[in-house]
């Protein structure tokens, strides 16, 4: 079926099962509901996100997007908190599905519904005011919120060096950049591994923008003197 083409690197991977046995024997949670839960809202999240691609040129299945989030989210705590995890997996169906908060929490739970609704934008309102307001309000979200927040930048730089948006230039990459920065700022110091892993992708989109500043540049020089 459609949704369930999902299946690409990236997603929660064999280690983080293990992270969970690990945590599961500490008896934070069962190892049969942990299990149960996460692939549950995976296939949650693949059948919300059916026909939604992310904005980059290779048009990737959107649901690869929260899987590389629950999955950074995994490895960054060790697989000791599956709420924030499977948070990561949800963390857009509000917001870009017709997926409600009280079917969130019919089906994870008010902790993971909570969790999704407070990383949640109001589409009602214009882009720019949105953004406006990510920046203002991340520092009073709530850890978990937090750190999802980070995942979810880092995933997007990773995403946007990889495959950069159709119809993005130079300028408005560079941008989405200092955005991104300026809501993970309020958001730090909760995961050191997590902060470095921003830093890393933040760093590497700088880099690659720059060098495609210049080729342009070189390429707009011989265009002139031809």
């Given at each position: 079926?459609p949704?369930?083409r999902?299946?690409?690197k990236?997603w929660?991977r064999?280690?983080?099962i293990?992270?969970?046995k690990?945590?599961?024997n500490?008896?934070?949670i069962s190892?049969?509901?942990?299990i149960?839960s996460?692939?549950r809202?995976?296939d949650?999240?693949a059948?919300?996100?059916?026909g ?10 959107y649901?690869?997007?929260?899987a590389d989030v ?6 960054v705590t060790?697989g000791?908190?599956p709420i924030?995890v ?6 857009d169906t509000?917001?870009?599905?017709e ?11 008010l902790?993971?519904?909570?969790l ?8 009602s ?5 949105r953004?406006k307001?990510?920046v203002s309000h ?5 850890r978990r919120?937090?750190?999802l927040?980070?995942a979810d930048?880092t995933s997007n ?12 230039s130079?300028?408005r ?8 920065t ?6 730090r110091g909760y995961?050191?591994?997590l902060?470095?892993a921003?830093?890393e992708a933040?760093?590497?989109?700088r880099?690659?923008l720059?060098?495609?500043a210049?080729?342009?540049t070189?390429a707009?020089t011989k265009r002139?003197k031809?």
């Open positions: 079926p949704h369930t999902w299946v690409t990236g929660l064999f280690s983080v293990i992270r969970f690990r945590n599961c500490r008896g934070v190892m049969s509901k942990s149960v996460l692939a809202a995976l949650f999240a059948r919300k996100h059916t939604q691609t992310r904005k980059g040129e290779l048009a990737e299945p649901v690869n997007h929260v629950a999955s950074l989210l995994a490895e060790n000791r908190d924030l499977i948070g990561g997996l949800l963390h509000i917001e870009d599905t997926t409600t908060f009280e079917e969130l929490k019919a089906e994870f739970g902790p993971v519904a909570r999704v609704q407070e990383v949640t934008d109001d589409k309102l214009p882009k720019e005011e953004k307001l990510q991340a520092g009073s979200k709530s919120a937090k750190l927040k980070i930048k730089l990773r995403s946007m060096i990889a495959s950069p948006p159709k119809g993005w130079t300028e990459m560079r941008e989405y950049v200092n955005w991104s300026k809501v993970v700022k309020k958001c995961n050191l591994e902060d470095n921003f830093d933040k760093a590497a989109a880099v690659s720059q060098r495609r210049k080729a342009r070189g707009t002139r031809r």
